[in-house]
């Protein structure tokens, strides 16, 4: 059984906007997908349907054999903001998901401290958001994620909006943690050298409306370090496919486009 199934997905918003247009994937236990595609193209719509915040208008998906459902403890979403609570310290925030879920205090707070420790964060648990840099709060963000032991881990662009040196070392850090943990992820992002230092596979979606044009495996051997990737041919040399087949989307798009008005 697929960790993630996703068949002939189709999303429209209110009859005007056809944003996704019969996406299917399978995705297994364990693996690492990135999705990348033009603005707009529905990556993060279909995030907010594996989460189960959007309803399912066309299509099935299933998380682990079942529908997907808000709330559900299958699934960890780490958004594009870190979505920080500024009246709870660091630690507060690493704890707020297992607090939702239950966890008794003791055991949440060791959890949250262990997971601050990995991130680089330990002497900032009591410290507040407003003191704690962009980065410093994304590792936090990142803290929370990963002490929810979920199944599934879903990731929109949580890196997107941080200077080059600080995403480099959150990004070798994600693939520290899901290297020690290996849950599946779908992790959005508009970089392409990100997708491909990061994945196990990248999903090619053209512009709106979104449709898979494009399934890579990236068979760069584990563990990475994106760093040392960048100096890697077989790294550029999938860096420049996944480049091909974006700009073939949005020709494919525009043509199909240019049709509907003829």
Not at 25 to 34: H, Y
Not at 182 to 208: G, K, N, P, Y
Not at 243 to 254: A, C, D, T, V, Y
Request: charged residues 25%; negative net charge; hydrophobic residues 45%.
């Amino acid at each position: 059984m697929a960790a993630i199934s996703i068949r002939d997905l189709c999303v429209d918003f209110g009859g005007a906007v056809l944003a996704v247009d019969h996406v299917s994937l399978e995705i297994p236990s364990g693996q690492f997908v990135a999705i990348v595609g033009p603005s707009g193209c529905g990556k993060t719509t279909i995030l907010n349907h594996l989460t189960g915040l959007l309803p399912v208008q066309q299509g099935q998906i299933a998380i682990g054999g079942e529908a997907p459902r808000a709330g559900s403890p299958r699934v960890t979403y780490t958004m594009a903001r870190d979505c920080l609570f500024p009246w709870r310290t660091a630690l507060q925030n690493v704890c707020f998901g297992m607090e939702l879920r239950g966890v008794p205090l003791a055991e949440r707070e060791a959890l949250a401290r262990r997971e601050l420790e990995r991130v680089g964060l330990g002497r900032f648990a009591d410290a507040y958001p407003k003191a704690l840099s962009h980065g410093m709060r994304q590792r936090c963000a990142l803290a929370r994620g990963f002490c929810l032991e979920s199944e599934v881990l879903l990731m929109d662009e949580p890196f997107g909006a941080l200077d080059a040196q600080t995403k480099i070392q959150l990004e070798d850090l994600l693939l520290q943690l899901w290297g020690e943990t290996r849950r599946t992820v779908v992790f959005i992002t508009h970089d392409l050298a990100e997708a491909v230092a990061l994945a196990d596979r990248v999903v090619v979606m053209s512009a709106r409306p979104g449709r898979i044009v494009a399934d890579m495996a990236i068979d760069l051997p584990r563990p990475r370090h994106v760093r040392e990737l960048q100096r890697d041919p077989a790294f550029l040399q999938l860096y420049s496919q996944v480049w091909e087949q974006l700009e073939r989307g949005i020709r494919l798009s525009e043509t199909q486009a240019e049709g509907a008005m003829a």
